[in-house]
């Protein structure tokens, strides 16, 4: 299919950006991979498409007080290939090889992802388990929204009608930090069906700060926070039956939501272990 007609402008800064998405209808385009899909389903109709990728800045990886600064228009390949994320935001390495296929990643974009906010990506989550924070320019200036706060629902953030994601933030592992990430596909490079990512700080042999985010279970990513207490006691059993009251997935055309929940508890016991190893 071929999408319906619309505008197209280049802005040229990122104030300039945000000028023109005061035009109705108009839609950013970053790595498109998401967006031309639904062009060409015409299951979006903009009026005009405003390309951000001339915009300079905003493909950096930065390391600053303590935290790890990716910019919006970071590719994925590129940050595959970071040695900056490989050691401070392990998690998100960890992630990585499981979106999509090597030709997505070449294109698709950080920033592009968590403001798609598709349910059943591995980036949103990885941010609710590292405490993210996402940087916003609008119309009214700059913010910045905990990743707890920004998904809102189905495809639904905090970003409003002129906004552009600009960055992401997670804190800066230490030698304590502990990370896992598993997810299960038909197809590996399918949207998951299930997946969690998680994140902790080793203290002794026991796990403080436990924070369990899964996707692919509902509307948009989901802490499971009475597993994560559970998990810090030290009691994955009970972690995973805990499971029963932090999800509830909906039947799909993939699985029902009783086949979710055991995957999410069979991935429960696979971070699980993640989390218990020392980092090489």
Do not use: W
């Amino acid at each position: 299919m071929k999408p319906a007609p619309f505008a197209y402008a280049k802005a040229r800064s990122l104030a300039h950006a945000i000028e023109l998405l005061a035009t109705e209808d108009a839609r950013l385009l970053a790595g498109g991979q998401s967006l031309i899909a639904t062009l060409n389903m015409r299951l979006s109709e903009p009026a005009l498409l405003v390309d951000i990728n001339g915009i300079g800045g905003l493909d950096r990886i930065t390391l600053q007080n303590a935290h790890v600064e990716i910019g919006a228009l970071v590719r994925y390949a590129q940050a595959e290939r970071s040695a900056e994320i490989a050691r401070a935001a392990p998690l998100i390495a960890l992630a990585l090889p499981h979106i999509g296929h090597p030709a997505i990643r070449n294109r698709g974009t950080i920033g592009g992802s968590l403001a798609f906010a598709d349910p059943a990506a591995e980036l949103p989550a990885c941010m609710l388990a590292l405490g993210g924070e996402i940087d916003i320019a609008g119309p009214k200036g700059q913010r910045t929204v905990k990743a707890d706060d920004f998904f809102a629902g189905l495809f639904e953030t905090a970003l409003g009608a002129q906004d552009v994601l600009t960055a992401i933030r997670v804190p800066a592992a230490t030698a304590d930090t502990r990370v896992g990430f598993a997810e299960f596909a038909r197809r590996h490079g399918d949207y998951a069906m299930v997946g969690v990512a998680a994140c902790a700080r080793a203290e002794g042999k026991r796990l403080a700060g436990v924070r369990l985010a899964y996707f692919g279970v509902g509307a948009t990513a989901v802490r499971a926070r009475k597993a994560e207490a559970a998990l810090a006691n030290g009691n994955v059993d009970a972690a995973v039956t805990a499971l029963a009251s932090d999800l509830d997935p909906p039947d799909d055309v993939h699985a029902s939501g009783a086949v979710k929940m055991h995957l999410a508890g069979v991935l429960l016991r696979r971070v699980a272990r993640q989390l218990g190893r020392t980092p090489s």
